[in-house]
Each structure stands twice: as structure tokens, then as C-alpha cells.
């Protein structure tokens, strides 16, 4: 940061730092995941009562950062980003990709605030083998790492679910003064961002939901079904793609045929670690490259990867398909705090799943099956249900001005999902990215959309046409990228 801009960014902030009280932040630079981005900030740590009905019990601290507007007119409304997961932390999403919020920064602060157990807030992290995270859940190994785990966490996983965490934003919003504030949530960061609003309506004054979850969905049974349809769509989109069709005639029989091999007989594989380009040997089963591929479906340049690695598995060479799926699902893994992650899922999923009404055939004809259920319910006999608000899993009724994101291929938030969050809105406006996938703050226009939404709070302003002018990545047709 320039000695300008610094200058700038202390003139603007001293009236709120002088009701900052307890928190108070100093310069620092917040990282991603990997450490490998950084960015500016001003940071520090805000302490809060592990249990909300103690408040003068066991403490834990909360680490907050702002990225200073660039505008000497300090708007006293800030910008908060809610990261996804449950598990990832808003320093780290910030970090990873700080260009697609840049915009923002010329009309308001960003504020930051790992939610309690993740990044530097208390993590509620489970240190897990590349060996053990390959296991089922069924697993009597993977079982009794999940036990000791829990055991050995450095907090109770009761108090560290949705509507505690919304509780510890609105103090941190008081701590530093802010009037109101606009939220920004991703993925699980919509059930936050919902949540927040529900319970602070006047200290709301507008919400992005990018990647929207219904307050009344159940994952542990949707992840499967929406991962499907969105495999399905990758199949007939490469079917209408002559050049796609050429190369990879009849792509659904070769999924089949790869995965009827690999759950017959994994196969062991001599590759370059994708993280380290290290050898490595590894073995391939159908759990690891079903994620994978469900892993791959969320982004397009991602999904134009499916069919020549497919292909390449149905012609005996599985190394494409391995190196893609063990870099995502490691990728995930670094990203989420899993104590936290199920702590969420253990409270607001899994407890509202009638498996009496559950189509069990419809589950079992997708490629994930049961899995995703199977292995939520064992997690969640092992791990103590949380603190939920009654009406956590009910619909939002506001007249907050809210904007819904979504991808038209993603595979876990369909856009459906955010047609039944905009039922209850008064004032909303939901914007669909053709061949998008999962989160769409950093593709194309849609960042300049955010950045002047926060700016004015005004959703009849917004240009959505330029969203419509998307499209998906093409596909691979090789080794040496997606066609022209």
C-alpha cells in the first residue's frame, strides 16, 4: 500500500477506530490457502464467548480484517464477504481472489471475519492422511480418525454452526462501528448471509447471494441428484459440439465403462504428484474419481477437462483422470476446516433428512449414489449436534434489496435453488450465467455488477444483459487446450 493510500485509509477510518473499543486493527497482509497470495489489510483479533449463553465462560478469538476503501469519503456501511464450504475462511477466499472485489473498494470498506472455526478463528481443523482421506466413511479406520479428531479439536463443535457465527458478525459490525452492512455470500456464505439477514434486518442494507442454498434444502440428499443432471449436461452438450462429438462419440457409455472397471478393480497408478510434480504412486478407485469428477464439474474451464480425461480412462490411460481428481480433492481438502464443516452439516443438514421420503432409487441411479448421505449420517453419529435457531431452515421474508448469482451448470446450487430464496423476497433480481458453473464473482462482467449494486443498492441500475452474453469454456479436444 502507497503512503498515500495509507494516508488516505487512516484520515477515513478515525471515526469509527475511536469506537472500535476491544478491536482493534493494525497492518498486516491476510494470505490464500497455500500462502502463496497475499493482500494488504489492517487486522486483529475480537474475542467472544465460545458459548453464547456464557458469556463470561471459555473466550475464543475471531480474526477480523478490513481492506481500507480507496474513497477518502469513508461510507459508514461495509462490505463483508462470507466464504463457502462450511469450512473456508473469508481471509483466505479473499485473498485467493482479490481482483474480483477490487471494484468494490472505491465506495466501501471490505470486511473480513474468519467465521469461528475456520482460518485463524479457533480452526476446527482435522489433520487427516492422504491414506485415510481415501477410506469410505464406513471404514473402520476412517471412523476412528474421525473419533479422535473430534476428541482432540481445540473447541466444543456445538457452538460453532451458522446462527452462533451470525451472532459473532453483528458484534464485530458494533466493535467497529459500522451502521449497516452489505453481504456478500458464496456457496454456504448465502445460508450466513440469509441467516444475518433474518436475524438483523435493519443492519442489513443489501445481499449478493452467488451460489444460492435455500435455507430449507438438504444437501446430504440434493448433492448427489444436482451433481448428476450437471454431468448429464456436460454429456449432451459435448453430443451437440461436432468437433466435441468427433472426438468422444457416445461419452456417457465411456463413463460407464470406466466406472464399471474402477469399482470392480482400482487400479494403481505411477504419476507426477500434481502439487509437487513429484512421482507418486497411487491408486485410483471409483470413490476418488467420482469426487473428482464432481469436483471438476464446478467451474467451466474445469468441466471442458471431462471428456478427454473420460476418454483417455476409457482407452487404458487413467493418469489424466487420476492427476485431475487427486488435485481437487486435495485442493479441498487444504481449503475447509472439517471440524467446522461438520459441525454445520451436523446441526442444519442431517437432522432435517426424513429418510421416509427420501427417493432412495433416484439416489442410487447417480454416479455419487448413496455416498454423500451414507457418509454425512456416520459423521453425524459421531459428531455432537449443535446450536440452531428454530427458524434456521425457514424461508426469508425481507424487503432488504437482495441480488442471486448463479451458474446455469452448476452442480451443487442449480438455479432453481435461487428461484425459491427470490419467492419470499420483495426486492430481488436473480442474474444467470449460460454454461456457468459454481460461483460467478470473478466471471466476466458480473464483478462490475457487485461492485455498482453495493454502490448504489439499486438492482433496476444493473446491466444483467452482459451477463447473458457468457458462454462455457470449450472443450478440450487434447493435450493442447479447448478449441478456438
Known amino acids: 500500500m502507497g503512503p498515500r493510500i495509507l494516508l488516505t485509509a487512516l484520515l477515513g477510518s478515525l471515526s469509527l477506530v475511536a469506537q472500535a473499543g476491544a478491536l482493534e486493527l493494525k497492518d498486516c497482509r491476510i494470505q490464500d490457502t497455500e500462502g502463496t497470495i497475499s493482500a494488504p489489510a489492517q487486522c486483529g483479533l475480537f474475542q467472544v464467548p465460545e458459548n453464547p449463553d456464557e458469556p463470561l465462560g471459555k473466550q475464543i478469538e475471531l480474526f477480523v480484517a478490513r481492506v481500507p476503501t480507496l474513497n477518502q469519503q469513508r461510507s459508514q456501511q461495509a462490505f463483508v464477504l462470507l466464504a463457502g464450504g462450511p469450512g473456508q475462511a473469508a481471509s483466505e477466499a479473499y485473498a485467493s481472489g482479490q481482483q474480483a472485489f477490487e471494484r468494490i473498494r472505491r465506495s466501501h470498506d471490505i470486511l473480513l471475519v474468519d467465521q469461528r472455526g475456520t482460518g485463524k478463528s479457533n480452526r476446527m481443523a482435522c489433520d487427516f492422511s492422504a491414506e ?93 441428484l444436482n451433481a448428476q443432471l450437471a454431468l448429464d449436461q456436460v454429456f449432451a452438450r459435448c453430443h451437440d459440439d461436432p468437433a466435441c462429438n468427433a472426438n468422444y462419440p457416445e461419452l456417457a457409455a465411456a463413463f460407464d465403462r470406466v466406472a464399471r472397471r474402477l469399482k470392480a478393480e482400482p487400479v494403481g497408478l505411477d504419476i507426477s504428484d500434481p502439487m509437487t510434480a513429484k512421482p507418486l504412486h497411487m491408486t485410483l478407485g471409483y470413490d476418488l474419481m467420482a469426487a473428482g469428477i464432481r469436483l471438476l464439474s464446478y467451474r467451466p474451464e474445469t468441466v471442458a477437462l471431462i471428456p478427454l480425461t473420460i476418454n483417455e480412462a476409457d482407452k487404458g490411460n487413467y493418469g489424466p483422470l487420476a492427476a485431475q481428481s487427486l488435485l481437487s480433492v486435495s485442493s479441498l481438502g487444504d481449503m475447509l476446516a472439517l471440524g467446522m464443516h461438520n459441525a454445520v452439516m ?71 435453488y435461487a428461484d425459491r430464496v427470490a419467492a419470499t423476497l420483495q426486492k430481488s433480481r436473480h442474474l444467470v450465467g449460460p454454461g456457468q458453473g459454481h460461483g460467478m464473482i470473478s466471471v466476466g462482467c458480473v464483478s462490475r455488477l457487485v461492485a455498482d449494486f453495493t454502490r448504489d443498492g439499486s438492482l433496476d441500475q444493473l446491466d444483467g444483459e452482459c451477463v447473458q452474453q457468457m458462454g462455457p469454456t470449450p472443450f478440450f479436444l487434447d493435450f493442447n487446450g479447448p478449441t478456438p
Open 132 to 224: 485415510t482421506e481415501s477410506l469410505d466413511w464406513d471404514d473402520e479406520r476412517t471412523t476412528q480418525a474421525l473419533k479422535d479428531c473430534r476428541d482432540h479439536l481445540p473447541g466444543d463443535p456445538r457452538y460453532y454452526t451458522t446462527s452462533v457465527a451470525v451472532r459473532d458478525l453483528e458484534a464485530v459490525r458494533a466493535a467497529l462501528g459500522y451502521t449497516q452492512l452489505v453481504l456478500y455470500g458464496g456457496s454456504y456464505g448465502t445460508v450466513v448471509a440469509q441467516h444475518y439477514l433474518r436475524r438483523y434486518p435493519d443492519r442489513t442494507r443489501s445481499v449478493i447471494l452467488d451460489g444460492v442454498v435455500p435455507p430449507g434444502a438438504t444437501l446430504a440428499t440434493d448433492i448427489a
Open 346 to 416: 451436523c446441526t442444519e443438514d442431517i437432522p432435517f433428512v426424513d429418510l421416509q421420503t427420501v427417493d432412495m432409487a433416484a439416489l442410487e441411479s447417480t454416479y455419487l449414489g448413496t455416498d454423500q448421505l451414507d457418509g454425512l449420517r456416520k459423521v453425524c453419529e459421531i459428531w455432537p449436534q449443535g446450536l440452531a435457531d428454530p427458524d434456521i431452515k425457514e424461508p426469508v421474508i425481507s424487503n432488504v434489496p437482495v441480488l442471486l448469482l448463479s451458474g446455469e451448470a452448476d452442480p451443487v446450487t442449480p438455479p432453481v
